[in-house]
């Protein structure tokens, strides 16, 4: 069956450091790959996505790549701030009739200090 | 504003009574589904729905209940036969073709449930 692996946290870094969160997958056909955040006592929020090899989602500074030679999605920030604080999802979606189910990982606390 | 509403935020119960989470979403998104997160352990599927009136088992539903009578609405109710039921739950949905990227699930803020 599809899974996701993240890297395990938690993750500790200074205000203005580099970041990446490394996320693998495995899955039968093309998925579509997400990376959600989530703040502390909320929900998820989607961060970025990708539909296709190759394709680049980004948003606030966030970046990942969809690489299917890798079978991998790594979350990348250059200048992280302290209010990137949180939890980070990698999820992986199947399509077609998994009707819109997606399978996560089991997230990576970041935390970063001024 | 569209979006998802859960409720209450907190809740708590004596051990042995049911309990229902309320789930609303005015999106009009034919698909909803409810996640269990506990701690380092990612977010866990309970039940989904694609359309109303119908529902399908995840990995954990064993101790769950859910109805979709409504589109807008997909209550879960947590059983007695849960055995260890203190978790956060979240509550999600998606719109299943009305959109290029069909996968996209946005979920509500989550009731954290503690039973004492």
């Known amino acids: 069956g599809d899974s996701v692996t993240q890297m395990e946290g938690p993750v500790t870094l200074s205000e203005e450091a580099c970041l990446t969160i490394?996320?693998?997958?495995?899955?039968?056909?093309?998925?579509?790959l997400f990376w959600y955040v989530q703040y502390p006592g909320e929900g998820l929020q989607l961060l970025l996505k990708a539909t296709k090899a190759d394709d680049k989602g980004s948003n606030k500074g966030f970046e990942a790549t969809y690489r299917k030679e890798t079978t991998s999605f790594h979350l990348e920030k250059g200048s992280v701030q302290v209010s990137d604080s949180a939890v980070y999802f990698c999820g992986l979606g199947a399509g077609g009739t998994s009707y819109g189910k997606l399978t996560f990982g089991q997230g990576t606390i970041l935390t970063v200090h001024p | 504003d569209g979006g998802i509403t859960q409720s209450p935020k907190y809740l708590f119960r004596k051990e042995g009574q049911n309990v229902t989470l309320s789930c609303e979403q005015n999106?009009?998104?034919?698909?909803m589904y409810w996640y269990r997160q506990d701690p380092g352990q990612g977010l866990r599927l309970i039940y989904y729905?694609?359309?109303?009136?119908?529902?399908q088992k995840g990995d954990i539903a064993e101790g769950y209940s859910v109805s979709r009578e409504k589109k807008e609405s997909f209550p879960l109710t947590v059983t007695s036969a849960q055995k260890n039921p203190t978790a956060f739950y979240l509550c999600?949905?998606?719109?299943?073709?009305?959109?290029?990227?069909?996968?996209?699930?946005?979920f509500g803020p989550g009731t954290r449930l503690t039973v004492l």
């Open positions: 490394n996320c693998t997958y495995t899955a039968t056909g093309y998925p579509s």
């Open positions: 999106l009009n998104h034919d698909a």
């Open positions: 999600a949905s998606t719109p299943l073709g009305r959109e290029p990227l069909t996968d996209t699930q946005y």
């Open positions: 729905s694609q359309i109303v009136n119908d529902f």
